[in-house]
């Protein structure tokens, strides 16, 4: 099956660190305002997903959510989750570091497509 969400060995690396450091934790892909388009990572605890998250998958154990309007748009894609250097929002977990997640991005072949589980949405 075709995953929705991945994460680079620098991104998975990252996680691990900070769940260790703060314990489960939650990413919610920002769709814009303050944070631009961050994946945001934030303790379990200190993000609530609301009833119209979707979730994409997981990446190093860590649950990836996104709106379930902005995933109307990106449903054709594949999120890669990848570490870069700089200030990313004060947000997310990752900031202090000097480095920040970043969404790449894909579009699915068409027999990617087809072969994706239905998500998950919060509320439902």
Avoid: N
Avoid at 25 to 45: E, K, N, R, T, V
């Amino acid at each position: 099956m075709t995953e929705r969400v991945s994460a680079m060995p620098e991104a998975l690396e990252l996680i691990a660190s900070l769940k260790s450091r703060h314990g489960p934790l939650i990413f919610h892909q920002s769709g814009g305002c303050c944070d631009g388009s961050s994946p945001m990572c934030f303790p379990a605890g200190d993000f609530r997903v609301g009833g119209q998250d979707v979730l994409l998958g997981e990446i190093g154990g860590v649950p990836f959510y996104m709106s379930r309007s902005q995933f109307e748009y990106w449903q054709h894609t594949h999120l890669i989750i990848d570490v870069v250097p700089g200030r990313g929002s004060g947000f997310s977990l990752e900031a202090p570091e000097g480095v920040r997640f970043l969404t790449r991005s894909r579009v699915f072949t068409d027999d990617e497509f087809a072969s994706l589980a239905p998500v998950t949405v919060a509320g439902e």
